[in-house]
Each structure stands twice: as C-alpha cells, then as structure tokens.
C-alpha cells in the first residue's frame, strides 16, 4: 500500500517536472516578438537545437522586454544586430562556443574569409543558421554520414571553386568515394573515416602548414587515432594513397578539362570535315549528271 502511495507522488512530481520544464521552455521562446514578422526564421528555428536553450536576442540582440503579443518593430531596438557580414558572423557564436571558434579561427577556411573570399565557409556554411541541429542528428549537414556531400558542397564544386581560385583540386569527394573508408559504407556498412577525421572540423589546414592534421610529420598521429591504425608506422605511405587517381594539372588547368575540349574540338573538326566530303562529292556528282545530261 505504501509502496503504490509513494509510486503516485513519484508519478505526480514527474509530471509536474515535465509540466513545469515545458512551461520554462515555452516561456523562453514565446515572449518575443520577432514570430509576428519573421515566421520563417522562428519555423526553422524551432526544430533547431538551439530552440530549447536560448532565443532569437541572444544572437541578434534587441529588447526582449517588449511583449510577444505588441508587434512592433521596436523589438529590434537597444542592442540589436541584423545579419552579420562573413567576417563578423565568429561574434554571433563565440560568446557560446569559444573553443571551437578559437580552433576554426586557425583555419585555412577562416584565413581565407579574412582575406575577403566569401566563398569560403564559415560556421553557417557547414551548420546552417537557424536551422542547426546536433551533429547527433542524421539529418544534420554535420552528421557523420553527410560530412562528404557537406564538404564537398565546395569542394567537388568546380563553378564554386574557380570563382575564386583557378585550378583547386576539385576530384576529393570523388576520389574519397574510391577509398576503402568510404566504400565500406556504400556497401551498406558505416562511415570509416570521414573528410573531418582527418581533416579535422574546425582546424582545417593545408597540408605544407606544419600544424596540419595532413602535414607528412603528422600523418602517423592522424592515422593513429584509436579506433583507426594505433602504431601506423608507413602513414606517409598511406598519405599518397587517400585521394588516389587524382587529377593532373597542366599550368593550373585540370588536364581531364584539357582532354575534354580537346575531344570536343576534335569532334567538331571531324563532323565538320566528314559532312564537307559528302557535300563536296555530291556537288561533283550533281555537275557530272549536268554536263551528262548536256552531252
Ligand atoms: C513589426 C515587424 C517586425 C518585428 C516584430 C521584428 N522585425 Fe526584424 N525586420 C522587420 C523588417 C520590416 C525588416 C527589414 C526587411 C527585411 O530585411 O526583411 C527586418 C529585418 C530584420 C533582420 C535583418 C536585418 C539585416 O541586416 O538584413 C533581422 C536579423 C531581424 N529583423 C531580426 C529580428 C528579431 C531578432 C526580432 C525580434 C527580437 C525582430 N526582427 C522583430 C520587421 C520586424
Ligand atoms: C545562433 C544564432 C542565431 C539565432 C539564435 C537566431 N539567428 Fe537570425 N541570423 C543569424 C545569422 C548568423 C544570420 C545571417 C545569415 C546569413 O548571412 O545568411 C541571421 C539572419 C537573420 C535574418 C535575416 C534574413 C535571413 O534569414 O538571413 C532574420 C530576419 C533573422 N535572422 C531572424 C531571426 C529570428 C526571428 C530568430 C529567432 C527565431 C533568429 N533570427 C535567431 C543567427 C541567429
Ligand atoms: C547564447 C548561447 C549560444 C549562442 C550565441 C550560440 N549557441 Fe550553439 N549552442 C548553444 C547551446 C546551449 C547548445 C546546446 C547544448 C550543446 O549541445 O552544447 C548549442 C548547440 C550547438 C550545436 C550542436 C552541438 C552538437 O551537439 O553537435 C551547434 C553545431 C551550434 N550550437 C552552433 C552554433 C553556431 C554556428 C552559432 C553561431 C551562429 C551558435 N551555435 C551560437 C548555445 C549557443
Ligand atoms: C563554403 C565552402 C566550403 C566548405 C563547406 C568547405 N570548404 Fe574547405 N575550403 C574552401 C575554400 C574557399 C578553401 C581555400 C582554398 C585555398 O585557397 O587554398 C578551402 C580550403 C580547404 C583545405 C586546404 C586546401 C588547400 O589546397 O589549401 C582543406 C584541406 C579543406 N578546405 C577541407 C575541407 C573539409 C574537410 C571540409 C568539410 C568538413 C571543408 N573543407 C568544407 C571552401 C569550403
Ligand atoms: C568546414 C565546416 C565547419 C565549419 C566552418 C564549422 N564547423 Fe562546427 N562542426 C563541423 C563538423 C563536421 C562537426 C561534427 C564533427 C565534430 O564534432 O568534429 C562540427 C561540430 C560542431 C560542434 C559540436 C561539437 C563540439 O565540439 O562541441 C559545435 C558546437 C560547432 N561545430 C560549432 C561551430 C562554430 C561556432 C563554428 C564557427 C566558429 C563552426 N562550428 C564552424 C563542421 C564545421
Ligand atoms: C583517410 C584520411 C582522409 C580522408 C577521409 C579525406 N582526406 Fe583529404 N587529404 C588527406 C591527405 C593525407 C591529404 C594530402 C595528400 C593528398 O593530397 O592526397 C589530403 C588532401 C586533401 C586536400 C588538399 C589539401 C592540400 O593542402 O593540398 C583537400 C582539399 C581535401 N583533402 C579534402 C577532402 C575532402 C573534402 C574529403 C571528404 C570528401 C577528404 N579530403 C577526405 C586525407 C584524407
């Protein structure tokens, strides 16, 4: 009899917990204002990771204390911030993540949007804005299994690519998919080793920067990594062998690309000379019918 007595105040407490955590939750994210006007962002945001731990103003600012149920523009008053330029979005998420934002500000990614490519990613690129999900989740863009098609959104991506930088290598997605790390999970299996296990996620780097994950000095420890091959004595061997078959430059232009248009030109030129030949044979032919028919 005690034993059920002390079940139902169990049971009550739990669904007063629950109750109470739901109404903390909703309190946090309802009393804003930002819902009357920008209901895309709110809709995405909902189903974001975020949405249960901080709101609209902790990245954008602006009056909190202007209620939810007053549309005014005034909401994006006191301390607000619009959208963030490429160089300033680090700010938005640094006040909350400042060791991955330390670690991405020594990339090669970060490098290169400060010297005003935007085409390289930053934090939005690779998570999304209002839409981020935990890299747990299996539809985020982070996930293990999306990491490939992620980078690759730029890096098998050759209009993207040489807007800015004539003659990158843009064969890793499709030289990754060759490898056994890979296949493995084509096959039905799981993901062996993904860009970011040995390129890392926020510390990107060129492979001649001694720091690189895939700097030939360090390839023993990134091979290594437990779970991986512990004790890789040949990883500089290893090293050459990831993105094997890969393309082949000639003055910075991909020679496939070369090949390619050659083929095209040569095709061109033969149809070209095939269809001047018949045209040629026939207009004979017709003259020689002429001059027949004269005789
Ligand atoms: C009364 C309607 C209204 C409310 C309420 C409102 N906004 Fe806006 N917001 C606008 C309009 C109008 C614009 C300018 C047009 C545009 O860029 O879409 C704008 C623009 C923005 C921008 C883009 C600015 C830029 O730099 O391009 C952001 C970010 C933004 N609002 C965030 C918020 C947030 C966060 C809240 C809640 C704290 C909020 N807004 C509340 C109407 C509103
Ligand atoms: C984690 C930080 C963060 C949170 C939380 C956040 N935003 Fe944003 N928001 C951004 C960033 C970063 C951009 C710039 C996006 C870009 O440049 O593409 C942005 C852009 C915007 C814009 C401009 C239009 C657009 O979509 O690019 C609006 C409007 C906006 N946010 C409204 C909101 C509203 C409303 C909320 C709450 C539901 C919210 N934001 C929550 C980071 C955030
Ligand atoms: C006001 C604090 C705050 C700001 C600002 C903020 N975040 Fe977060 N973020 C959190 C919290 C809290 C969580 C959920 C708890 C956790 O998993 O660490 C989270 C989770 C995440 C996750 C999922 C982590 C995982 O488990 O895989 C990502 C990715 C992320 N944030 C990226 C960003 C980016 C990008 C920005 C800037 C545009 C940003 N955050 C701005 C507080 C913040
Ligand atoms: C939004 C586009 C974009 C995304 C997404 C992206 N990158 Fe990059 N990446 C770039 C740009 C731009 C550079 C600069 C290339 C340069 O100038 O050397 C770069 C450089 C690199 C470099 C150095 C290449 C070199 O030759 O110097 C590596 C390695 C790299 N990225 C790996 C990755 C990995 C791994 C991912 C996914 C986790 C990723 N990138 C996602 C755009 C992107
Ligand atoms: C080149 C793509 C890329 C960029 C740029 C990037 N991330 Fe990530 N991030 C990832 C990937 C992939 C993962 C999941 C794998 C992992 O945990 O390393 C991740 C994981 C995370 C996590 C969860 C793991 C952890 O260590 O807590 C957070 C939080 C996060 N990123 C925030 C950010 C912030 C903030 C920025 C900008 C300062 C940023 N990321 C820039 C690709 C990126
Ligand atoms: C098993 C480890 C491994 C995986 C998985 C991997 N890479 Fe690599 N990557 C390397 C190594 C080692 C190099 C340097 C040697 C080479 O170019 O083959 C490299 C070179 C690169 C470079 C040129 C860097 C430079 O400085 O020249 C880029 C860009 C790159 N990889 C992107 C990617 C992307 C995108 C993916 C996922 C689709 C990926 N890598 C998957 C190990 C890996």
Redesign the pocket.
Known sequence: MRAGIGKIIALLFLVGMILTGVAVAEDRNVDISCIHCHSKQVSEFEKSVHFNYISCTDCHGGDPNISGSVVSINVMSKDFKGSPSQENLTSFCSKCHPQVTAKYEKSIHWKKVQEGRTESASCINCHGVHNILSSKNQDSPTHLEN??LM??DC??NETKMQAWYYG??TD??D???K?Y??KAYLSGGRVL???S???ESHDV?????PE?S?NPAN?PA??GKTGCHPGAQNAYV???????G?SVYFFSIDVKTLVTYFYILMILFELTFTFGLIFLGMSSNFRILRRKNHD
């Open positions: 990491i490939p980078c690759s890096h098998e990158i290598q890793r997605f030289t990754y998919k490898l790390h890979y080793a993904t860009c296990d040995c390129h780097k060129p492979e001649d920067d690189s895939i390839l990134t091979c290893y090293g050459g062998k990831v993105h094997e890969k």
